[in-house]
């Protein structure tokens, strides 16, 4: 199946006019070079694959629970902090009714009203592990995978799904390339020979390739934040990079612009690692 590249710049526009004077025969795109093709996916890729889509549902039912919870207790003036362990705690003192002093803050009413919520939660939580057991389980079989968990910010959850996803890394011709194909980086608009690339800035999400493979794009940045986040105490190359990237930026939303870059530059790390082999080296070098 042909593809269509959507970046605006002298060579596509070439391309496209061609394409537009000249119909295109049946089995004519074979012949092009230019052209890229998707491969036909096993049944057992597209079953990783459906196994992180039932994770992703999941795990957005949970939160959507998680926060109807927090919605109908604060009714009743009881609140908690943001973030999925004070969640937990309005759900633990929706079990028991009482906290940790023994008062009772939650009437039974309420608590028998919200009950089948609780339920649920619990039954996807016992889902989502038992699917995390499993995908833990496949990464220690497969070599690849295993080697792109050595990267800082990515685990068993984006190894697997990156796996899955790219069948052939051989497709792109470098790692930013492969960078474009997640959407980290910004849309290319050129013309004429000036190439007019948007800024890569979470205050504006739309400059970033709105095609590209969301649910990779999250699982690396998402990783890329826990490595910001957890930097201290490590000087690896990576880690180096980003505390300098980080330092340098005086903007105000300076960790999620740095969270991004460092997920461009994790993608490129998995480019390499996919293409040529090895393992992300964590020697430490000087600051």
Same mark, same amino acid.
């Given at each position: 199946m042909p593809c269509i590249r959507l970046d605006k710049n002298d060579a596509v526009d070439?391309?496209?006019?061609?394409?537009?004077?000249? /119909?295109?025969?049946?089995?004519?795109?074979?012949?092009?070079?230019?052209?890229?093709?998707?491969?036909?996916?096993?049944?057992?890729?597209?079953?990783?694959?459906m196994r992180h889509r039932a994770r992703e549902l999941l795990a957005g039912n949970r939160t959507r629970m998680l926060n109807a919870l927090r919605g109908h207790l604060a009714e009743i003036g009881v609140v908690a902090a943001q973030g999925a362990q004070h969640a937990y705690e309005l759900k633990r003192l929706l079990v028991d009714g009482a906290d940790e002093n023994g008062e009772v803050v939650v009437p039974d009413c309420v608590r028998q009203a919200l009950a089948p919520l609780v339920r649920q939660i619990d039954a996807i939580d016992g889902e989502l592990a038992a699917i995390d057991d499993e995908i833990k389980a496949l990464v220690k079989a497969d070599e690849t995978a295993r080697r792109l968990t050595t990267i800082p910010?990515? *685990?068993?959850?984006?190894? /697997?799904?990156?796996?899955?996803?790219?069948?052939?890394?051989?497709?792109?011709? /470098?790692?930013?390339?492969?960078?474009?194909?997640?959407?980290?980086?910004?849309?290319?608009?050129?013309? *004429?020979? #000036?190439?007019?690339?948007?800024?890569?800035?979470?205050? #504006?999400? /739309?400059?970033?390739?709105?095609? *590209?493979?969301?649910?990779?794009? #999250?699982?690396?940045?998402?990783?890329?934040?826990?490595?910001?986040?957890?930097?201290? *105490?490590?000087?690896?190359?990576?880690?180096?990079?980003?505390?300098q990237l980080l330092a340098r930026k005086e903007v105000r939303y300076k960790f999620k612009l740095a969270a991004v870059a460092l997920a461009n530059k994790v993608a490129r790390i998995v480019f390499v690692l996919m293409t040529r082999g090895g393992e992300y080296n964590e020697t430490p070098v000087a600051a």
């Open positions: 070439a391309a496209a006019i061609s394409r537009r004077m000249r /119909s295109i025969r049946p089995g004519e795109a074979v012949g092009r070079p230019s052209m890229r093709f998707v491969p036909v996916r096993s049944i057992d890729n597209q079953a990783q694959l910010g990515i *685990g068993p959850i984006t190894a /697997s799904a990156i796996v899955a996803t790219v069948q052939d890394m051989g497709a792109f011709a /470098s790692g930013r390339e492969f960078a474009a194909f997640l959407g980290l980086t910004p849309r290319q608009n050129a013309s *004429g020979g #000036k190439e007019r690339l948007g800024r890569i800035t979470p205050a #504006k999400p /739309s400059v970033l390739l709105e095609m *590209g493979d969301r649910y990779l794009r #999250k699982l690396l940045v998402v990783g890329a934040c826990a490595t910001l986040s957890h930097r201290k *105490g490590h000087h690896d190359a990576l880690r180096v990079w980003a505390d």
